[in-house]
């Protein structure tokens, strides 16, 4: 049994693809649309959300090196039911991203046929994208993080063209745009810090996975801090070479700056073939998030917080029915998405599922405090402050309503916890090396 386990179980590479692959959906591709008018507060916030980033995935890394998910190690600093409505807005928030990148997939797919861009095209197509995710999954996590390694390839490329197409306009001398005249003030620079650290979410999924990395103590810490480092790096890079080589009219005014910007270097092929990159990379966040969102609700079924079905598991611990309860739940706000009486429910519950994922970034550093030395503890002292900044910059509404998510949670936990009638103790995950409980 642990044999097959252990063959099940992730590397570096995979782990480390999970981390990027869900940094990099679809949210950096239309960024500089909000950047643009910001200048050069535009990169200095990518500078300071980059720092915010590191911090937080050091302190995640720092409490979920043990690789038996989230949930256990907050639990084990402050209770079963703190550790269960932080995995509770972490469920919330991935299975609500779901449906965001599984739309932005059927939309990328539609830029390239004007004649597709419609809702019914891009509403079948997001739930097909759901589906057969949600089967390449249920094959388990080496199948899901397999497919990772593949996308992470295929959508750096567009952030790799703008970049190399900057190096190439310096090195010829040719001109581009020029940075938006915004001056450097607080104002602009905060926007740009709230704007860009959204786009950085995405690394917590590696803190997800139960017993699913191998030699977690190193797998997870070089996953999770490597990762994100990266990706901030490529972010940095290629959103402010987009800057450089656009004008702010025409990224404003442009569907998808990173072709556009692409295509004035290389021509309209190379401009569709970015397109079909953005595709891919919506994809490919998508299939990270439905791998963790079934993991958060099989860490919540074991404990019996959700119905026992959930905790069923098949070849190499997978949880199918969790990960088809999400997957579910966010074919059904693709529904919601494509009544124009219920779209304003979408752009709701995402505004909520940004404040969820803030909730574990605190709470998940809060608790990494007791597991650091006390020359890490400025790492994690940089991380609670980010938070604390960036749930201010999400405004008074969303918070208030994402303290209306927690109390619907707890109220869920009761509810379930009469159903189920079982202590969960008996059935955590344990926090040890993996292997010992599949």
């Known amino acids: 049994m642990s044999t097959e386990g252990d063959s099940q179980q992730l590397g570096i590479w995979m782990t480390g693809a999970i981390v990027v692959g869900s940094m990099i959906g679809s949210g950096i591709f239309l960024l500089p649309v909000a950047l643009a008018p910001l200048g050069i507060n535009a990169i200095v916030g990518w500078v300071i959300s980059g720092l915010g980033a590191l911090a937080i995935a050091y302190s995640l890394a720092r409490l979920a090196h043990g690789g038996s998910g989230i949930q256990a190690y907050v639990e084990e600093a402050f209770g079963p039911t703190i550790g269960y409505l932080v995995t509770f807005s972490f469920w919330c928030s991935n299975w609500a991203a779901n449906a ?46 397999g497919l990772s390694v593949v996308t992470v390839a295929i ?126 990379s919506a994809f490919g966040g998508l299939n990270g998030m439905i791998l963790a969102t079934g993991e958060l609700g099989y860490s919540m079924a074991l404990r019996g917080d959700l119905p026992r079905l959930f905790s069923r598991t098949r070849g190499g611990n997978t949880p199918v029915a969790a990960q088809w309860l999400g997957s579910g739940l966010a074919i059904l706000l693709i529904l919601a998405n494509g009544s124009r009486s219920t779209a304003g429910l979408f752009t709701f519950v995402i505004l909520l599922s940004t404040v969820s994922v803030l909730i574990v970034y605190f709470v998940g550093s809060l608790a990494a405090w007791r597991h650091c030395r006390a020359g890490e503890r400025l790492i994690i002292i940089v991380a609670l402050g980010f938070s604390v900044f960036a749930f201010w910059g999400s405004g008074a509404e969303a918070i208030a309503w994402g303290l209306v998510l927690l109390v619907i949670g707890y109220g869920l936990r009761f509810v379930m916890r009469a159903v189920n009638r079982s202590s969960p103790v008996e059935e955590l995950a344990p926090a040890g090396p993996p292997g010992s409980s599949a």
């Open 100 to 145: 965001a990148l599984a739309i932005a997939t059927a939309s990328a797919i539609a830029w390239l046929n004007p004649n597709l861009n419609s809702t019914a095209f891009v509403v079948p197509t997001a739930i097909f994208c759901v589906v057969v995710l949600g089967l390449v999954n249920s094959r388990g996590a080496r199948a899901a993080g």
């Open 155 to 280: 959508k750096i490329l567009p952030l790799l063209a703008v970049i190399a197409a900057v190096a190439l306009a310096s090195q010829s001398g040719g001109k581009g745009g020029s940075l938006a005249a915004m001056p450097f003030g607080l104002a602009g620079l905060g926007s740009a810090v709230a704007l860009t650290l959204f786009a950085l979410t995405g690394f917590e999924n590696a803190t997800t996975l139960v017993n699913k990395v191998r030699d977690p103590a190193r797998t997870i810490p070089i996953s999770l801090v490597g990762g994100t480092f990266f990706v901030v790096l490529l972010y940095l890079l290629s959103s402010s070479s987009v800057l450089v080589l656009l004008s702010e009219s025409e990224i404003t005014s442009s569907a998808s700056p990173f072709a556009d910007a692409v295509g004035r270097y290389w021509g309209s092929g190379a401009a569709l073939i970015a397109i079909g990159a953005i595709a891919v």
